[in-house]
């Protein structure tokens, strides 16, 4: 697929000319779930639209690209329960060819005394240990960490990869920027924003182009991303042949705490 072969899903949405805990404020007041900083959803803002109609003349809008599948395979629309998942606002999904479980949490940095059986009481906090679980979905070993990011650098991201291993990992950070990073045999392919994909980095930086095509997405447009967590882990689907489900974040499952790493 070419960029001549689609037309990209455009969407418009209004932004409101007034700052953003006016609207935080509304929305928790009316039984949205929001988080303290980051983007605030378009429907949240449309909603205080719908309730505020005086302040429409003051609203600007905006334009942004709508990923969604363009041929077989892995969609946005498939990891739309992420939002509303216990994932959170910060997490980090990082999928391994060639580890299994125990290896994976090494080279994560956990100790082997702090690997064992994590259950729904074990949470990531402030100044705490770090939690990341890890399971087995076919050839792939996929670690969850909560509230972290180090699956996503390049040494870590290599490191996994190594002896001809392979590693995608899709981090979420509402108050910072997402990625998708991608390494093969110790070699720290390409690192995507998924919001802007047009901002890639790496030794070969335009590797999974023809995925963001089959996703509706130009890589060589400057277009900004309405939905990029969903097209992010879509985009790894494709990659891995794994699709992770509402069930594979179910406790009781091996993983570690490891003390002082709280990002």
Known sequence: MSDADFTPLRVTYRAPGLGGTQIRDWARANGYLISERGRIAPEITEAFFAAHPEILGQASTYEMVRATARTPGAS??????QRDS??????????????????????????????RPIDDGDYTYPEGPQIITVR???????????????????????????????????????????????????????????????????????????????????????????????????????ITGVAITPHHLRRPVLGAAIPGAYF
């Open 136 to 238: 087995r979905i076919g050839d792939w070993t996929v670690a969850i960490e909560d509230c972290g990011w180090r699956g996503t650098t390049r040494e870590t991201s290599s490191a996994l990869s190594r002896d001809g291993g392979e590693v995608v990992a899709v981090l979420r950070h509402d108050y910072a920027q997402h990625h998708i990073t991608y390494a093969v045999d110790g070699r720290f392919i390409t690192d995507i924003n998924p919001g802007f994909p047009i901002d890639r980095q790496g030794a070969d930086p335009d590797r999974l182009n023809r995925h963001l095509r089959e996703l509706g997405i130009d890589p060589a447009a400057s277009d900004s991303i309405d939905n990029p967590i969903p097209a992010a882990l879509a985009l790894a689907s494709r």
């Open 86 to 115: 216990r994932l959170g606002d910060i997490y980090t999904i990082v999928f391994v060819r060639g580890l299994d479980e125990h290896e994976v949490l090494r080279r994560l940095g956990a100790a082997d005394e702090n690997i």
């Open 76 to 81: 946005p629309e498939d990891y739309e329960w």
